[in-house]
Every structure is written in C-alpha cells, then in structure tokens.
C-alpha cells in the first residue's frame, strides 16, 4: 500500500532562517507531488506541484522554493523565511494521470511557526 | 483566476440534525472533489464528482454536483459526532494535474 511521509511535524524558526521540509512516498512510482500551505481557519494554498523529477510548477510567488531530487521525494525550501510563512504545509501525492480518480493522499503536515 | 466560494464558513448543530454545506466555482469545472479535515488534522479525501447533475452516497453523506457543474454540495443526514470537522471542496478545472482549487472550507461543530 501507498504512505506518505512529512517531516517535522511541528517547527518553530527564527524569521530569516532557513527552512528545509521533506516528504517522501512509499509504494508507488512516478508519483505527482504537490506542497500545499493552509492558513488557521482557511483553505489550501497550491504552493507548488511535480510530475517528475526535476520537473517543478509553481502557483504562488513567494519566496519559497521546491525541488524533486528523487521519484518519491519532494522538498519544500526556503533561504530566509518571513513571518507570513508561518502556516499548516501539506504534502501530498496523487497517481500519475489519475488525479482526477482517486483525489489527493495528503501527508500529516508540518506545522510552521516564524517567530 | 479561479475562484470556489464556500459557505456558510461554521455550522453548529445538534447532534441528529441535518448539515449541508455549498460550494461554488466562477468557472465551469471538469470535476469536483470533497475532503475532511478534522481538527488538528489532515485533509482526507472522500469523493470526486465528474458528471453533470451527478449525485453520490456514502452513508448518512450524500453528494451533488450541479447540472451547470459550477456548485456542489454535502449533505449530511443525522449527524453524529464523529462528523465534526472541517469539509473542503476542491474544484478542478481542465485536466492539469495540479490545478485543483480549494474552498475555505466549512467547519462543523457537533452538539451531543
């Protein structure tokens, strides 16, 4: 079976610090990958999406960053996070030309606090 | 750009008493989907939508897509406090695997 993994669950930085979240997919190849961000009381923001390594689309200017450097790996960067970057980031995964069947698998997301 | 709007933002019920929320795009989608977040946790995928006028049961939780495919809705019979949560509809437009857009969701509170 398919499993997600996100990682840290909670982190709280320094505004101008770096950041660095991982996620990784289990049981699947070739996995579409997404990074999603949710706001406390709102919806999810696309962030960023992959459907193969090295390949990244981004939705929102910010100062965030997202690589694939493996299949079922996909990391969400930033080199001097801001304030508004505190949030809910989610990874999620969906199969390869079946997005629109079987919907999202979101991970157990990172909460991020900039102080 | 695309916009999905979804109401009401909270709901407070007793417990067996109805829920619905809506959901409604600017533009005509090619499918819709539904998620549940429930609290302090992560979105869960529940079900899509594809046809115009389409309408989908799971349990006491029954889903429509409007026959212009440009709202939604979840219905929820006799609730329970197992349904407490906040339900997402994500709207998708075309075929782009990554252009799913989400509502802000509708948060439900469960009287016992």
């Known amino acids: 079976s398919q499993t997600i993994h996100q990682w840290p669950a909670t982190l709280v930085q320094p505004v101008g610090s770096p950041l660095s979240l991982e996620c990784t997919v289990e049981?699947?190849?070739?996995?579409?990958l997404y990074w999603y961000r949710q706001a406390a009381g709102r919806g999810l923001q696309l962030l960023f999406y992959?459907?193969?390594?090295?390949?990244i689309s981004s939705e929102v200017p910010q100062n965030l960053s997202a690589s694939r450097p493996q299949d079922r790996q996909f990391i969400l960067s930033s080199k001097k996070l801001l304030l508004s970057d505190s949030g809910f980031y989610l990874c999620?995964?969906?199969?390869?030309?079946?997005?629109?069947?079987?919907?999202?698998?979101f991970g157990s997301g990172t909460r991020l606090t900039v102080v | 750009g695309q916009q999905v709007m979804q109401i009401p933002q909270y709901q407070h019920v007793q417990e067996g008493e109805d829920f619905t929320t809506y959901c409604n795009s600017s533009?005509?989608?090619?499918?819709i989907q539904w998620y549940k977040q429930r609290p302090g946790g992560h979105p869960v995928f529940l079900i899509q939508?594809?046809?115009?006028?389409e309408v989908k049961k799971q349990k006491r939780l029954t889903f429509q897509f409007g026959e212009a495919k440009k709202n939604s809705s979840l219905h929820i019979t006799a609730t329970q406090t197992t349904d407490v949560g906040t339900y997402f509809c994500?709207?998708?437009?075309?075929?782009?695997?990554?252009?799913?857009?989400f509502g802000d969701g509708t948060t439900l509170t469960v009287k016992p």
């Open positions: 992959s459907v193969g390594i090295g390949q």
């Open positions: 533009t005509t989608l090619s499918n």
């Open positions: 994500a709207g998708r437009v075309g075929t782009n695997a990554g252009k799913s857009t």
């Open positions: 049981g699947t190849s070739n996995p579409n």
């Open positions: 999620a995964w969906s199969r390869t030309g079946t997005a629109t069947i079987y919907g999202y698998t």
């Open positions: 939508l594809v046809k115009s006028g």
